[in-house]
């Protein structure tokens, strides 16, 4: 083979890689990552979670509500990317990109594409609450805690 057809061939070799890679990227930035690999999330007991405070889960990357009437669960992962998001005075704010969500969880202001994931709640007999995360529900959904 002559030096000549090698660089050639090999020229078109690492610009079929490198289209591949750019392609897959591309896509790739439409998909935040997926940090749930349980369906299942068993968490504490009820009296555990102040009521009427967000409290993060940072081993799960979920934020869990507690009002008087019960409890929701929220994902903390921004649907732009899968930063983190971090508790701001009137909802949750995306510290790397900046979207912004209300505290229901709805997009207030992008890149973010879409709102927050919410989980279905259901308690153990021992007491401790279960996130269901292949459960999404609406975001005025609580569990009814009695």
């Known amino acids: 083979m002559e030096r000549r057809s ?3 061939k090999a020229t078109g070799v690492f610009t079929i890689v490198a289209v591949a890679l ?3 990227g591309l896509l790739k930035q439409f998909y935040p990552p997926s940090s749930r690999k349980k369906q299942k999330i068993k968490l ?3 009296y555990e979670y102040p009521v009427d405070t967000y409290t993060f889960v940072k081993e799960f990357n979920l ?3 507690r009002d008087h009437e019960g409890v929701r669960a929220m994902s903390a992962v921004c649907t732009h990317l899968g930063c983190i998001l971090e508790r701001s005075t009137d909802g949750f704010l995306c510290p790397c990109h900046g979207s912004s969500y209300n505290d229901s969880g709805e997009v207030m202001s992008g ?3 879409r709102d927050l994931a919410c989980y279905e709640i259901s308690r153990m007999q ?7 995360v292949d459960h999404v529900v ?3 959904y609580k569990f009814i805690a009695s």
């Open 111 to 113: 890149p973010a594409p």
């Open 6 to 8: 090698f660089f050639r």
């Open 126 to 132: 021992d007491g401790r609450l279960v996130i269901h």
């Open 63 to 65: 934020f869990i509500y």
């Open 138 to 140: 609406d975001p005025s």
């Open 44 to 46: 504490g007991k009820l």
């Open 22 to 24: 750019a392609g897959w």
